[in-house]
């Protein structure tokens, strides 16, 4: 893999063994500015050389960091591949499943909304026959 990786960045690079940081900001995926806030705060993952007063990174440096990296890169993803079964729901299905559309929900209020729908149906018949809903409730009383 570090022979592949090496193969490519001569590509790229030529025959440069020393690199600058503007050179690795593009394949490491870190600015310039980034890369020397990390070199202050000794967090830089690739090792370099300062002793010029230019920063200089070898090619053989960050081809291992490069290879390393990917391999990381991979582990995490096989990992979080294999949190992911489809026996356990995802965020995004639980958090779907939450809302009130659930079936819990309508066994929990079923009674409520049944008594509103019995009610505005009970006020719409009085609405349209206001007199013969008098006459039988008349009637019930002795």
Same mark, same amino acid.
């Given at each position: 893999? =570090?022979?592949?990786?090496?193969?490519?960045?001569?590509?790229?690079?030529?025959?440069?063994?020393?690199?600058?940081? %503007?050179?690795?900001?593009?394949?490491?995926?870190?600015?310039?500015?980034?890369?020397? *806030?990390?070199?202050?705060?000794?967090?830089?993952?690739?090792? #370099?050389?300062?002793?010029?007063?230019?920063?200089?990174?070898?090619? #053989? /440096?960050?081809? %291992? #960091?490069?290879? *390393?990296?990917?391999?990381?890169?991979?582990?995490?993803?096989?990992?979080?591949? +294999?949190?992911? $079964?489809?026996? @356990?729901?995802?965020?995004?299905?639980? @958090?779907?499943?939450?809302?009130? =559309?659930?079936? %819990? &929900? &309508?066994?929990?209020?079923?009674?409520?909304?049944?008594?509103?729908? *019995?009610? $505005?149906?009970?006020?719409?018949?009085? /609405?349209?026959?206001? #007199?013969?809903?008098?006459?039988?409730? +008349?009637?019930?009383?002795?």
């Amino acid at each position: 893999m =570090l022979e592949i990786i090496l193969a490519d960045l001569r590509g790229i690079f030529g025959n440069k063994v020393l690199l600058t940081p %503007e050179d690795i900001a593009e394949i490491i995926g870190i600015s310039v500015g980034q890369q020397a *806030n990390l070199r202050s705060e000794d967090r830089f993952p690739i090792p #370099y050389d300062d002793k010029t007063g230019r920063i200089k990174i070898s090619i #053989y /440096a960050l081809a %291992e #960091y490069l290879a *390393n990296h990917g391999r990381k890169q991979v582990k995490t993803a096989l990992k979080q591949e +294999t949190k992911l $079964s489809p026996d @356990k729901p995802t965020r995004v299905q639980k @958090k779907a499943r939450k809302g009130h =559309l659930e079936g %819990e &929900w &309508w066994a929990l209020r079923q009674r409520q909304v049944i008594a509103v729908i *019995n009610r $505005s149906l009970l006020e719409l018949e009085l /609405a349209v026959n206001p #007199y013969e809903k008098k006459k039988d409730r +008349t009637n019930l009383k002795p």
